[in-house]
């Protein structure tokens, strides 16, 4: 069971970030796609770095809500296996 806890809340945490454009003279402009690894297929476009921010953040604020049981999408303290 272990296991696919942690298997679980390692999807909930995953993202392709995918960046198409920059300006060089302008570094917060920046476009690209944010795609979250939970098999859902949402993909969510950005046009600055702002943007990405927001739209990470709410990514996972949702993926926390659909936890729900108590597990959560943020990262925790790590047990040490010996």
């Known amino acids: ?4 806890i942690m ?8 993202f392709v970030v995918r960046v198409y454009r920059h300006d060089p003279d302008q570094p917060s402009k920046v476009t690209g ?8 297929g949402d993909k969510r ?9 927001a739209i990470l953040g709410a990514i996972l604020t949702e993926r926390d809500k659909k936890a729900g049981s108590g597990l959560s999408a943020r990262p925790g303290p790590v047990a040490k296996v010996r």
Do not use: A, H, R
């Open 1 to 4: 069971m272990y296991i696919g």
């Open 7 to 14: 298997s679980e809340i390692s999807m909930l945490k995953s």
């Open 33 to 40: 796609v944010i795609e979250p690894l939970d098999g859902s």
């Open 45 to 53: 476009p950005f046009t600055d770095t702002s943007e990405m921010n």
